[in-house]
């Protein structure tokens, strides 16, 4: 179905390329597509990112918007993040190999997967024979593209062959080229002190794989028939090789027409030309060679421009040029085939009536290829897939109806060693092993679930097994990660891990429905909470004191315990005390995970010691954080993983974890225990809604027929792998919603029985 669009509906784009000055044939192109889109559609706003291969080099103009560092990944992610908030509805990318950083460039993809514009992707280079960097990027962004343009139709066929790419993606717009008038190349020879030569041109930057070589071992032969030829090679060295070589391989270039005897039928004009001087170069030869040596060169923007102002044109058969040069256009002779150039050269410098038939010919094809014909093909597509994105209706917030706990998919990731981290898709990741945080977790949920007791008598054996052999008795510390073969990767574990275990035991004694699991775990808690008193991580302080409030309520007179919650809570209120600000009301002059957990610990350290201060400081920057967790729709938005560690800044929206959702369900319901308040039920509500679908996407992340829940919101979609942390995620934040549910139909039915 062809999807119509009103031209004017495209009011602001995004445009990702190299951009001048930055001297090479890319930058030329997006500074050319830029200035077309504008003068051709001059109501559109287009912003330009420039790939910035040297920071603080180059002077951008005015037009660029924002420069991207090239091999700084953080810049990639600042850029989605000033793209998305800026209001442009889609991004063009011009792709090449080698101007975005990480591995195949693999950097754009970060930059791409951070916001939620359709993107339309120009590809310059499309390799036949990738390796497998360059395959695993080119395919990953055919995914995220919703349009690619190919400047040949060979590039349509590589993409289709060799990428697997859908034909409906695909669409071939030529180059760009200036609209020139046709001109006799006498009249600008005296421009350029060129009156009464012969001139056969190259331009371009100067490289070892442009084939000057040929071209200069043709001319002995050239110059007896011609003695008034002269070969221009125009273009400035490329920088990556004056950064390897500086100028050898010029000064190679020289010493052979110097050798062959015809140094002065060459002219080297070492400078980076661009726009109206180009042209007049170009224009005033009569003949334009492109002696390249690769046969795969798929866009040749030098060789458009020569056939845009209507130039006879001697060409290697690389990809672009068998196609634009086709029917007569231009003439090909061999790879390297030095007798070939000299006698076509020849035979059009000695034959004007087949030299300007080419020439007519050639502008003719140029003519269909101007920049305003590349700009209106270019809006189209932009307009076809901005009108086929979904449009998103904000529906209102349902009624949260919670989800029974199932087991299912936390078995499917376990093994009798313990649960495994990760996942891909569904299938258990075993590259990756296992970790005390998912152990600790699973260890908790046994005890919270309803489950058959041989059920939860196995699983619970693994899991505090597990917990119990990570405990390193050397250093005093649990160590975190294993690897498959239950070999592990350190002796000990980060301070989150440890006081998540501690939080674990002192649940599991607490709430585990058998004794024997009880006395278990109230043994390791004594034998191990004393580490405790030496943690330094906000979040690992939290997570240790309520493993303490738990304790005390199966133990009022257990010390340990006492002395982890009266040990941390004025720390925290120190650190919130130096932190805020009138707008800021938060421990940490940053967000990070787990955020809800801090206010949560500092309410329970004040409901298990009797300290209302406690209990009205955790309530209090609990309503702070989940104010910052609204969106302005007013659902629950997980304060986005991109968000970290930004001082005083606002949440960003992506990605969003079910980390953060759970954590603010059992916060919400802590809150709720201590102060009745109806305000905590609907809050952890909103917040369970999350997983359903109640989100910035509308989608839910929970798959109900087996228990499974995707690892995140991501812009342009779900991260639909189901890691333990997330299933955990959604399984311990069905039962504490279920638990607090019944817990507010008491109250309720209290009061209406007082009233």
Same mark, same amino acid.
Not at 237 to 260: F, Q
Not at 350 to 369: F, I, K
Not at 510 to 522: I, S
């Given at each position: ?43 559109i ?5 420039a ?15 924002g ?20 209001g442009?509805? %889609? ?9 975005y ?7 754009l ?17 499309? =390799? ?30 590589? =993409? ?155 060409s ?35 034959n ?21 014909r ?22 209102s ?5 919670p ?44 005890s ?80 191990? %909470?004393?580490? %405790? ?20 309520e ?9 002395q982890?919650l ?47 201060d ?32 930004r ?18 369900v ?57 890691g333990?942390?997330s299933?955990?995620? =959604? ?25």
């Amino acid at each position: 179905m062809t999807v119509r669009f009103e031209e004017d509906s495209i009011k602001h784009l995004a445009l990702i390329g190299n951009y001048l000055p930055r001297m090479c044939g890319l930058a030329t192109f997006t500074t050319d597509v830029h200035t077309a889109m504008r003068e051709r559609f001059p109501d559109i706003r287009v912003d330009v990112y420039a790939m910035d291969d040297h920071p603080g080099r180059y002077s951008y103009p005015p037009a660029v918007t924002g420069s991207i560092a090239q091999d700084v990944l953080p810049a990639y992610v600042d850029a989605a993040r000033q793209i998305e908030a800026s209001g442009a509805q %889609a991004i063009w990318v011009q792709h090449e190999y080698g101007i975005y950083g990480g591995a195949a460039g693999e950097h754009l993809l970060t930059l791409l997967d951070r916001t939620t514009l359709p993107v339309i992707v120009t590809l310059h280079t499309i =390799l036949e024979k990738p390796n497998a960097d360059e395959r695993r990027v080119m395919e990953a962004l055919l995914r995220r593209a919703a349009r690619v343009v190919v400047m040949a139709e060979r590039g349509r066929d590589i =993409l289709r062959r060799v990428y697997g790419a859908s034909p409906r993606q695909i669409v071939m717009i030529p180059h760009g080229v200036p609209d020139r008038a046709l001109v006799e190349p006498d009249t600008l020879k005296p421009k350029f002190g060129w009156a009464g030569r012969e001139v056969v041109l190259t331009f371009g930057l100067l490289a070892p794989n442009k084939g000057i070589e040929t071209m200069i071992e043709a001319l002995p032969a050239l110059v007896e028939r011609h003695p008034t030829l002269l070969y221009t090679i125009l273009g400035s060295t490329h920088p990556n090789l004056v950064a390897h070589e500086g100028e050898a391989y010029r000064d190679r270039l020289k010493a052979l027409a110097a050798d062959l005897g015809v140094a002065d039928h060459v002219m080297f004009i070492d400078e980076f030309f661009v726009h109206d001087q180009l042209i007049d170069y170009l224009q005033a030869a009569d003949i334009y060679a492109t002696p390249y040596t690769n046969p795969a060169q798929i866009t040749s923007g030098t060789l458009s421009y020569a056939i845009g102002v209507g130039k006879a044109v001697i060409s290697t058969p690389y990809v672009h040029a068998t196609e634009i040069l086709a029917d007569g256009h231009g003439v090909l002779v061999d790879f390297g085939d030095v007798a070939a150039f000299a006698r076509e050269i020849d035979r059009l410098l000695s034959n004007d009536r087949d030299r300007e038939r080419l020439v007519s010919r050639a502008y003719a094809r140029g003519r269909t290829m101007i920049w305003p014909r590349l700009a209106e093909a270019m809006l189209h597509e932009i307009g076809a897939i901005v009108a086929a994105r979904p449009r998103r209706i904000v529906k209102s917030i349902p009624l949260v109806r919670p989800l029974p706990a199932d087991f299912s998919a936390v078995e499917r990731m376990s093994d009798s060693t313990g649960m495994y981290q990760h996942a891909i898709y569904s299938v258990p990741d075993r590259r990756h092993g296992y970790c005390i945080d998912d152990n600790a977790r699973a260890l908790i949920l046994t005890s919270a679930m309803e489950l058959d007791p041989v059920t939860r008598d196995k699983w619970m054996t693994v899991y505090a097994s597990f917990l119990q052999y990570a405990w390193n008795p050397d250093i005093r510390r649990f160590r975190n990660f294993m690897r498959f073969d239950r070999s592990w990767c350190e002796e000990e574990g980060s301070e989150d891990s440890n006081g998540r275990t501690l939080w674990a035991l002192g649940v599991t004694a607490r709430d585990a429905v058998e004794r024997k699991h009880r006395d278990w775990a109230a043994m390791m808690f004594d034998t191990t %909470a004393s580490l %405790a008193l030496e943690l330094g991580s906000l979040r690992a302080q939290a997570f240790a004191m309520l493993g303490a409030a738990a304790m005390l309520e199966v133990r009022p007179d257990h010390q340990l315990s006492r002395q982890i919650l009266e040990q941390f809570p004025d720390q925290h209120l120190a650190l919130l005390d130096s932190a805020r600000r009138p707008e800021w009301q938060w421990f940490e002059i940053v967000l990070a995970y787990d955020n809800a957990r801090v206010p949560q610990a500092l309410i329970a350290a004040g409901r298990a010691l009797g300290r209302d201060d406690y209990v009205r400081c955790g309530l209090q920057t609990l309503s702070w954080i989940v104010s910052k967790q609204t969106s302005p729709e007013g659902r629950f938005r997980a304060v986005g993983h991109e968000s970290f560690h930004r001082p005083y800044a606002e949440p960003l929206q992506f990605d969003q974890q079910p980390l953060e959702a759970h954590a603010t369900v059992e916060a919400c319901a802590e809150a709720f225990a201590a102060s009745g308040d109806q305000r905590w039920f609907d809050e952890a509500e909103r917040a369970y809604g999350w997983f359903l679908g109640a989100n910035d996407l509308d989608l839910p992340l929970v798959t109900a027929a087996d228990g499974g829940c995707f690892d995140g919101l991501m812009p342009t979609g779900l991260n639909r792998n189901q890691g333990a942390e997330s299933i955990l995620a =959604l399984q311990l934040a069905s039962c504490a919603i279920s638990g607090l549910s019944k817990a507010a139909q008491s109250v309720a039915g209290a009061t209406r029985a007082v009233a």
